[in-house]
């Protein structure tokens, strides 16, 4: 057979049953080809699969792995092809992808960036649950953009949960409003009938009348029999304001715990410190704020993917076939390459971070 000849018969398909049983392997033809000055005219996706690695290796060495096209190649060899490019020249290859098959990531300020359309898509990597709720389920609440507030109802006592809590600081707040609202009027023990305010008419000497003055405040908010019978009474919108502090506190307490555990996570593939933001305008003129998190290493990502999915023809073996960082990563985690992100869900909010947040933001409400 003639160059020519050569030429044709591989680049129709026939290197099976015309070049191999001439040459033996798919290296020595090439080589034969670089000699002759033909290997240029040769359509080198159609380097049999299972001398493909082979192949690149050859090609390498006379530059012309560059050459080859993944969209061109068969499917068995796609892969094969992409990880060899990027182990010989990761910036143009993951450039390539980029520009080319994973479309959710930017070059950007010296390494890689997600689009984040919507912050809840990295829920997605978070382990779920069937019947309770999972790590997924919060960090999609975390993500979202309406403020979470888990809980509603946290507490059905004040006085144990916000005044024996308060430092000296907000009893003092505590106690001037107690006297600016009660200091010095006469209030009756027919409505008020704890021990407390009978001895307070007793000193006093005011039968059947006492006075919460600035010398037994203090002993009034010691006393949580007294206090709450005052709660349920003059100082009903006192109760309010301590309920809503409590719940302000404990909610607070809370998804600060989760926040963290949730941007912890993320932080194994992201930057979460790292976000960039541009400002592009629509179709309609209207202007919107795209968003950008850093990857920690979107090349050891995409080689471990490649690596997992080396030879496969499955459809979702392929980059192209997620199309997004996301998916990429979900793929390799449902493959058991990578781990779901995981935490332990808490029950209840951290009592001496509440306590902390209730003296916090006290004087806001009092």
């Given at each position: 057979?003639?160059?020519?000849?050569?030429?044709?018969?591989?680049?129709?398909?026939?290197?099976?049953?015309?070049?191999?049983?001439?040459?033996?392997?798919?290296?020595?033809?090439?080589?034969?080809?670089?000699?002759?000055?033909?290997?240029?005219?040769?359509?080198?996706?159609?380097?049999?699969?299972?001398?493909?690695?082979?192949?690149?290796?050859?090609?390498?060495?006379?530059?012309?792995?560059?050459?080859?096209?993944?969209?061109?190649?068969?499917?068995?060899?796609?892969?094969?092809?992409?990880?060899?490019?990027?182990?010989?020249?990761?910036?143009k290859?993951?450039?390539?992808?980029?520009?080319?098959?994973?479309t959710?990531?930017?070059?950007?300020?010296?390494?890689?960036?997600?689009?984040?359309?919507?912050?809840?898509?990295?829920?997605?990597?978070?382990?779920?649950?069937?019947?309770?709720?999972?790590?997924?389920?919060?960090?999609?609440?975390?993500?979202?953009?309406?403020?979470?507030?888990?809980?509603?109802?946290?507490?059905?006592?004040?006085?144990?949960?916000?005044?024996?809590?308060?430092?000296?600081?907000?009893?003092?707040?505590?106690?001037?409003?107690?006297l600016?609202?009660?200091?010095?009027?006469?209030?009756?023990?027919?409505?008020y009938?704890?021990?407390?305010f009978?001895?307070?008419?007793?000193?006093?000497?005011?039968?059947?009348?006492?006075?919460?003055?600035?010398?037994?405040?203090?002993?009034?908010?010691?006393?949580?029999?007294?206090?709450?019978?005052?709660?349920?009474?003059?100082?009903?919108?006192?109760?309010?304001?301590?309920?809503?502090?409590?719940?302000?506190?404990?909610?607070?307490?809370?998804t600060?715990?989760?926040?963290?555990?949730?941007?912890?996570?993320?932080?194994?593939?992201?930057?979460?410190?790292?976000?960039?933001?541009?400002?592009?305008?629509?179709?309609?003129?209207?202007?919107?704020?795209?968003?950008?998190?850093?990857?920690?290493?979107?090349?050891?990502?995409?080689?471990?993917?490649?690596?997992e999915?080396?030879?496969?023809?499955?459809?979702?073996?392929?980059?192209?076939?997620?199309?997004s960082?996301?998916?990429?990563?979900?793929?390799?985690?449902?493959?058991?390459?990578?781990s779901?992100?995981?935490?332990?869900?808490?029950?209840?909010?951290?009592?001496?971070?509440t306590?902390?947040?209730?003296?916090d933001?006290?004087?806001?409400?009092?």
């Amino acid at each position: 057979m003639n160059s020519q000849q050569l030429i044709d018969s591989f680049n129709d398909g026939d290197y099976d049953s015309d070049i191999g049983p001439l040459f033996g392997d798919v290296v020595n033809f090439l080589k034969f080809a670089n000699k002759h000055n033909f290997i240029d005219e040769l359509l080198l996706e159609n380097i049999p699969h299972d001398e493909f690695d082979d192949a690149l290796d050859y090609l390498d060495v006379i530059d012309k792995t560059s050459d080859m096209d993944y969209e061109e190649v068969p499917e068995e060899s796609k892969n094969t092809l992409l990880l060899y490019q990027l182990e010989k020249d990761p910036n143009k290859t993951l450039q390539y992808i980029c520009d080319r098959v994973v479309t959710d990531v930017y070059p950007m300020n010296g390494g890689y960036y997600l689009y984040v359309k919507d912050r809840t898509e990295l829920a997605g990597l978070f382990e779920t649950y069937n019947r309770e709720t999972s790590p997924h389920d919060v960090a999609e609440s975390v993500l979202g953009e309406d403020y979470w507030e888990p809980f509603w109802d946290t507490t059905d006592d004040v006085y144990g949960d916000v005044i024996e809590d308060l430092d000296d600081t907000n009893l003092g707040h505590l106690s001037n409003y107690i006297l600016k609202e009660l200091g010095n009027q006469e209030l009756s023990t027919e409505n008020y009938d704890d021990d407390l305010f009978h001895q307070l008419s007793d000193v006093q000497g005011t039968e059947g009348k006492f006075q919460i003055t600035k010398d037994n405040v203090m002993r009034l908010i010691k006393d949580k029999d007294a206090m709450n019978e005052l709660l349920k009474g003059d100082l009903s919108d006192l109760k309010s304001e301590l309920y809503s502090i409590h719940s302000n506190a404990y909610n607070t307490a809370y998804t600060d715990e989760i926040y963290k555990d949730v941007w912890d996570g993320i932080s194994e593939y992201f930057e979460p410190k790292s976000w960039e933001y541009e400002t592009k305008e629509r179709y309609d003129g209207k202007k919107i704020q795209h968003e950008y998190i850093k990857i920690n290493d979107f090349s050891q990502i995409i080689y471990d993917f490649l690596s997992e999915n080396k030879g496969l023809t499955y459809t979702e073996s392929f980059l192209e076939y997620w199309g997004s960082l996301i998916g990429i990563i979900t793929s390799l985690m449902k493959d058991g390459k990578y781990s779901w992100i995981n935490f332990r869900v808490p029950d209840y909010a951290d009592w001496s971070l509440t306590k902390k947040y209730v003296n916090d933001i006290f004087s806001d409400y009092i």
